[in-house]
């Protein structure tokens, strides 16, 4: 094994661990566990044994399996700050109600 | 029947007071200013005026601020509300034209129009803008409008009721048009004198702002 996996892989650990912490004190919903589970194991997976992402990336007809890993990170990254996008608007909203509340609040005094 | 207007107002101390002595003047006594969090005196102005005014602590967006006007007024039992500028662009004059429609329940919202009406002074950039935005809407709504961006509404109390508007800030605009469709009110475009000033232009949305609204309103349009 390469230093540089071995360095991803100690990395990866650490996050996942991160993840799992969370999930146990109950502050990540089990849906969003799953789903940054399936992530970062298969990342750790990845990092042990790169060779691994050409089985998916071969049947999808991408030619090297690096350019799959970084396709599926921007799609990641894409949509992940999208979700972030929409949370601010609801966060934006949600402060609204409470500004229009307190408008009405000292009217009504 | 007496009509409550609606003014949403952000640091409009200059042009404040002159508009709600016009409306005042002309027998409009009902008047709601919701002042969006202005950091100069627009509410000491508007309240010596004889304005009601709510304040906004922090600026949320014109869209807030007109929720804000419209949920107090039904509040208070309004029965017909009427939105408007707090620049001077509109014409209390033109008020019976927007509220006769609606007396008369021949519609439930009035809709005013520049371009059915006139447009002092409008620039071509601008112009250009709200043909776009009022297309836009056509194409996120499947209403056709003359002018879609118009602040200048009447409203029945059923449609009042009715109407949610969730958007802060310009997006309202479209969101608005929206949701007479989503109730199948009924609606019509009255023309409408817009009187551009330095000062009003000054005060409006920068063409360059248009995508990020654009962008704003497709996500409106498909998540509330």
Redesign the interface.
């Given at each position: 094994m390469q230093a540089i996996q071995l360095f991803f892989l100690l990395f990866l650990v650490l996050i996942y661990s991160v993840v799992i912490a969370r999930f146990t004190k109950r502050r990540l919903s089990p849906r969003s566990f799953i789903a940054w589970s399936a992530l970062w194991i298969g990342a750790i997976l990845v990092s042990i044994n790169p060779s691994l992402v050409s089985y998916v990336s071969d049947p999808l007809g991408v030619g090297r399996a690096i350019d799959f890993v970084i396709y599926s990170a921007i799609v990641l990254l894409l949509y992940l700050n999208f979700k972030t996008y929409?949370r601010q608007?609801a966060l934006?909203?949600d402060?609204?109600k409470v500004?229009?509340s307190?408008?009405?609040r000292?009217?009504k005094k | 029947m007496r009509p409550t207007i609606i003014i949403a107002a952000f640091n409009e101390t200059y042009s404040i007071k002159k508009v709600v002595t016009t409306l005042r003047r002309k027998g409009y006594d009902d008047i709601i200013v919701v002042d969006d969090g202005s950091f100069d005196n627009t509410s000491e102005q508007a309240e010596k005026a004889g304005a009601i005014v709510l304040r906004h602590i922090i600026n949320r967006g014109q869209g807030a601020a007109l929720k804000t006007g419209i949920d107090y007024a039904l509040l208070k039992g309004s029965a017909l509300l009427v939105t408007f500028d707090a620049d001077g662009q509109h014409n209390a004059n033109e008020i019976d034209a927007m509220i006769t429609p609606i007396l008369n329940e021949e519609t439930d919202i009035t809709l005013g129009s520049r371009f059915l009406g006139r447009a002092t002074n409008l620039p071509f950039l601008k112009w250009s803008v709200l043909k776009i935005g009022t297309f836009f809407v056509y194409l996120l709504y499947g209403i056709k409008l003359t002018d879609s961006q118009n602040g200048f509404r009447a409203l029945s109390r059923k449609s009042a009721l009715q109407i949610q508007i969730t958007s802060d800030r310009m997006e309202h605009a479209g969101e608005i048009i929206g949701e007479i469709r989503r109730n199948k009110l009924r609606y019509k475009e009255v023309p409408v004198t817009i009187s551009y000033t330095k000062y009003s232009l000054g005060k409006g949305q920068k063409a360059s702002a248009a995508i990020a609204l654009g962008i704003r309103m497709i996500i409106r349009r498909f998540i509330r």
């Amino acid at each position: 094994m390469q230093a540089i996996q071995l360095f991803f892989l100690l990395f990866l650990v650490l996050i996942y661990s991160v993840v799992i912490a969370r999930f146990t004190k109950r502050r990540l919903s089990p849906r969003s566990f799953i789903a940054w589970s399936a992530l970062w194991i298969g990342a750790i997976l990845v990092s042990i044994n790169p060779s691994l992402v050409s089985y998916v990336s071969d049947p999808l007809g991408v030619g090297r399996a690096i350019d799959f890993v970084i396709y599926s990170a921007i799609v990641l990254l894409l949509y992940l700050n999208f979700k972030t996008y929409l949370r601010q608007d609801a966060l934006n909203r949600d402060l609204t109600k409470v500004v229009r509340s307190l408008a009405i609040r000292e009217k009504k005094k | 029947m007496r009509p409550t207007i609606i003014i949403a107002a952000f640091n409009e101390t200059y042009s404040i007071k002159k508009v709600v002595t016009t409306l005042r003047r002309k027998g409009y006594d009902d008047i709601i200013v919701v002042d969006d969090g202005s950091f100069d005196n627009t509410s000491e102005q508007a309240e010596k005026a004889g304005a009601i005014v709510l304040r906004h602590i922090i600026n949320r967006g014109q869209g807030a601020a007109l929720k804000t006007g419209i949920d107090y007024a039904l509040l208070k039992g309004s029965a017909l509300l009427v939105t408007f500028d707090a620049d001077g662009q509109h014409n209390a004059n033109e008020i019976d034209a927007m509220i006769t429609p609606i007396l008369n329940e021949e519609t439930d919202i009035t809709l005013g129009s520049r371009f059915l009406g006139r447009a002092t002074n409008l620039p071509f950039l601008k112009w250009s803008v709200l043909k776009i935005g009022t297309f836009f809407v056509y194409l996120l709504y499947g209403i056709k409008l003359t002018d879609s961006q118009n602040g200048f509404r009447a409203l029945s109390r059923k449609s009042a009721l009715q109407i949610q508007i969730t958007s802060d800030r310009m997006e309202h605009a479209g969101e608005i048009i929206g949701e007479i469709r989503r109730n199948k009110l009924r609606y019509k475009e009255v023309p409408v004198t817009i009187s551009y000033t330095k000062y009003s232009l000054g005060k409006g949305q920068k063409a360059s702002a248009a995508i990020a609204l654009g962008i704003r309103m497709i996500i409106r349009r498909f998540i509330r």
